[in-house]
């Protein structure tokens, strides 16, 4: 922008009156003074001005600026680490050995059952399975007498649904045996008992046992709570501002119950809906080995945003007015009245995150960052001298 310089010529007039003889009229005296009006985002300094300001210019520089977002949130387990054991059948509990907090493998038993109805399932397996063999013997010849024409097609329809139907019988009873935990390759007619063993689906420790020896149990109760804390992950809370902060692989540091433990974890998923709180929900797995850390624990986390590369300049480079955001280039050297002066020109500019004493800005559109000597010290005094008229200006 150029300057524009106004002329402003004052005349004086001065009329001296003889009394005496004549009347004597000066020639008219036109002195000019010359004031120089400065474009509105221009600032100018002397030499001594810019020394005594301490400025100093660099250039935008792009780099990894990466900002802490502080939320909070719970350990939890994934739904595939955890286990609730119940008794298809009920019973009745005739032995456990264990305590809430005790470690159980996959596959140990938990407790032993009875009930009268595991003996009554395991006999009409067995019964069943006896039948089926003489059914299947039965439709084998039956089929083979009709392709002889020995037997009538009715016959052996009725032969073959006989058989089918024991079929499905055995099949069924095979699964309920499968669902008390019995193994129905391994019963025979000498090892039919009215106990079984719960056994623990997943490797763990016991949250919750709800049993004791004696007691009689529903098919709906629940009678012991497993978790694996080996693979643990959090339940983080942010609000929908923070949307666009987070992504899946961003690192974070969490602290339990305001210890001062550093522990780790990555985010994995974030949350696709928004409760009515304003809030959604991000899920970071447990990378590293924490001890004495379990679900259910409240958390401190810290959540370390992207380090992409952005147009960045120093903090102290970046000044704000009026909940605006500005910084200072060098716009050229000139000479005033033998005075050497150094013009600088002001930029609006919208600050992002700040992190290891650089700020992410970003430039207006046109805006030349490779050859522009930005004030990266100094710039609030800039900011001063162009807010308050006569402090440092020229």
Do not use: W
């Not at 624990?297 to 903090?315: C, G, H, Q, R």
């Amino acid at each position: 922008m150029k300057k524009l310089k106004y002329k402003v010529s004052m005349v004086f007039l001065g009329v001296i009156v003889s009394l005496s003889s004549c009347t004597m009229f000066n020639e008219p005296v036109a002195e000019v003074l010359e004031v120089e009006v400065l474009p509105e985002d221009i600032v100018e300094l002397r030499d001594d001005q810019i020394k005594l300001a301490g400025i100093q210019t660099g250039s935008v520089e792009m780099r990894s600026v990466s900002n802490t977002l502080k939320v909070n949130g719970i350990i939890s387990v994934a739904p595939q680490n955890q286990a609730t054991v119940c008794m298809p059948l009920g019973g009745f509990i005739k032995s456990t050995s264990l305590l809430p907090g005790n470690a159980v493998n996959k596959g140990q038993t938990l407790a032993v059952m009875e009930n009268q109805d595991f003996v009554d399932i395991q006999q009409n397996y067995l019964e069943a399975k006896n039948k089926l063999v003489f059914a299947e013997a039965e439709y084998k010849r039956h089929t083979d007498l009709y392709k002889d024409d020995v037997y009538s097609e009715k016959n052996v329809q009725q032969v073959t649904v006989d058989y089918k139907n024991l079929k499905a019988l055995v099949k069924s009873l095979e699964q309920k045996l499968y669902l008390i935990g019995i193994n129905p390759d391994r019963l025979t007619e000498d090892n039919i008992s009215n106990t079984v063993n719960l056994v623990s689906p997943i490797k763990g420790f016991l949250k919750a046992v709800n049993v004791n020896i004696g007691k009689y149990v529903s098919p709906t109760d629940v009678l012991f709570e497993i978790v694996n804390s080996d693979k643990l992950f959090l339940e983080l809370t942010l609000f929908e501002k923070d949307a666009e902060k987070v992504v899946a692989g961003q690192k974070i540091k969490f602290f339990v119950n305001n210890g001062d433990d550093v522990h780790e974890a990555v985010i994995t998923q974030t949350g696709k809906v928004v409760s009515e709180d304003k809030t959604f929900i991000v899920y970071a797995s447990v990378v590293s080995a924490c001890k004495n850390v379990l679900p259910g624990m409240y958390v401190n986390a810290l959540i370390e945003e992207s380090d992409k590369k952005v147009t960045a300049l120093p903090s102290e480079a970046v000044v704000s007015f009026d909940d605006k955001d500005y910084i200072f280039v060098f716009e050229k050297n000139k000479e005033e009245a033998g005075k050497a002066m150094t013009e600088y020109k002001i930029f609006q500019v919208k600050k992002g995150v700040s992190s290891s004493g650089y700020t992410e800005i970003t430039l207006p559109e046109g805006f030349d960052f490779n050859a522009a000597k930005v004030v990266i010290k100094g710039a609030y005094n800039l900011l001063s001298a162009k807010k308050n008229a006569g402090e440092m200006a020229c």
